[in-house]
């Protein structure tokens, strides 16, 4: 069971592109997360979301609570970028996470 | 330097040893979790903590034991270390309630 669905789960992309990334969820959540993942294997929190967007510099992140969808989008893609990003739901009936399978992102000079 | 530290960075054990992976945060932060990450695969929790003295099982517990004596320590013990726990283990922590999360850098085991 795959409580929570990325795609793609693989993208490569040209430096400067806009690059979105989606997550789908089948469980009422409290709050939904963007994660970070860097080849080195550290984790960091990119966005947490309970309604609407955010934006934090390049990044922007939408939910859709009805739909049960969120998108994180990247605009002016750059090779810094490149990075595993996990989208991940706290569950609204208690305190458990779920968490996508990820989507690795290279972004190419 | 606040944060979430989580020690050792890599181990190898053989079938049958015990360990204890150790995390800890300054935060006084509430919330604290174990997962796993295995490739393929996304993150799984392990065991959680809403507390001092309280911790709770996650989607996949066996084979673990945690414990939460202070806020600011969540270990993680393997009791007895099988191949199938060769992973890489993220601890976390945050405030309860739908707050931002802050991880650990990992802890690559390998069980041979």
């Known amino acids: 069971k795959n409580e929570v669905e990325q795609s793609p789960q693989n993208l490569t992309a040209q430096e400067g592109e806009f690059i979105t990334i989606n997550c789908s969820y089948s469980?009422?959540?409290?709050?939904l997360h963007w994660l970070q993942q860097h080849p080195g294997g550290g984790i960091v929190s990119l966005f947490m979301?309970?309604?609407g967007k955010k934006k934090h510099g390049r990044l922007i992140a939408t939910i859709n609570i009805q739909e049960k969808h969120s998108s994180l989008h990247i605009t002016a893609s750059h090779p810094r970028d490149s990075a595993v990003y996990i989208c991940a739901v706290r569950s609204n009936t208690g305190n458990q996470f779920y968490f996508g399978t990820g989507t690795s992102l290279t972004v190419i000079p | 330097n606040a944060g979430v530290t989580q020690t050792p960075k890599f181990q190898v054990l053989k079938t049958g040893q015990s360990m204890t992976l150790q995390c800890a945060q300054d935060?006084?932060?509430?919330?604290m979790s174990w997962y796993r990450q295995d490739p393929g695969m996304g993150l799984r929790l392990i065991h959680y903590?809403?507390?001092?003295?309280?911790?709770d099982q996650g989607e996949v517990p066996n084979g673990y034991n945690v414990s939460r004596s202070t806020t600011e320590d969540f270990p993680l013990r393997l009791l007895s270390a099988a191949p199938s726990q060769t992973s890489v283990y993220f601890c976390?922590?945050?405030?309860?309630?739908?707050?931002?999360?802050?991880f650990g850098s990992g802890t690559r085991l390998t069980v041979v």
């Open positions: 935060m006084n932060h509430e919330y």
């Open positions: 979301l309970s309604s």
């Open positions: 903590s809403v507390g001092a003295g309280i911790t």
């Open positions: 469980v009422g959540i409290s709050a």
């Open positions: 976390a922590s945050s405030y309860t309630g739908s707050y931002g999360y802050t």
